[in-house]
């Protein structure tokens, strides 16, 4: 690990809660963000 010191603020290693998502709206479609949010209320 490149900086040690940040071990302690990572979920389970990682950067970013494995459940977190982020993307541009531009490389989307509304209804391939809307299915995404849908399906993770599934969850």
Do not use: C, D
Request: a neutral charge; proline letters at 5%; hydrophobic letters at 30%.
């Amino acid at each position: 690990m490149k900086h040690p010191e940040i071990k302690r603020y990572l979920w389970e290693g990682n950067l970013w809660n494995p459940s977190y998502f982020v993307a541009t709206v531009s490389e989307n479609t509304e209804e391939q963000i809307r299915n995404y949010i849908q399906n993770q209320q599934v969850k």
